[in-house]
């Protein structure tokens, strides 16, 4: 499971007294957690598909941090945001290509919007930004 992973990779961070990656894993297993209380609560396990969502949420955020960072020219937070963006990124599983999301809905029956998003949110969570899904479904 991606949250185990995450926790065995900041004990490791802590022993290479790498605070970077350190930084990182904190913020995720924090984000985890948080998820997991609120799953518990309804009586639900946090799944990989719903880790692999939050990390998308935490390398956009990161992103945007980056983009602020080096609009003020601050090359240093620049360069250790990328640095943690890499560490978030080898936690989320292979990614769809827009061919390979072609080929799964030329394979479906319905494919209405509705019905096609819903297959690939039931199916696919964490495996494909819904966005490109939608762009591809509106090009076929």
Same mark, same amino acid.
């Given at each position: ?19 970077? &990656? ?18 518990? /609560?309804?009586?639900? /396990?946090?799944?990989?598909?719903? &880790?692999?969502?939050?990390? =998308? ?18 090359? /240093?937070?620049? /360069?250790?945001?990328?640095? =943690? ?12 290509t827009k061919q390979e999301i072609a080929d799964i809905i030329a394979g479906l029956d319905d494919k209405s919007i509705p019905a096609v998003m819903k297959y690939f949110k039931s199916n696919y969570?964490? =495996? ?5 899904? =939608? ?6």
């Open positions: 499971m991606i949250y185990e992973d995450i926790k065995k990779a900041n004990v490791q961070a802590m022993k290479d007294k790498d605070s970077v &990656a350190r930084s990182i894993y904190s913020v995720l297993m924090n984000k985890l957690m948080l998820e997991t209380i609120r799953k518990r /609560e309804k009586g639900e /396990e946090l799944t990989d598909a719903d &880790a692999s969502n939050i990390l =998308q949420k935490a390398i956009k955020e990161l992103s945007d941090e980056k983009e602020n960072y080096s609009k003020v020219g601050n090359q /240093e937070q620049v /360069e250790a945001i990328k640095k =943690q963006i890499e560490i978030v990124e080898k936690y989320l599983p292979k990614m769809l969570n964490g =495996q494909c930004d819904m966005r490109v899904v =939608q762009e591809v479904l509106r090009q076929g």
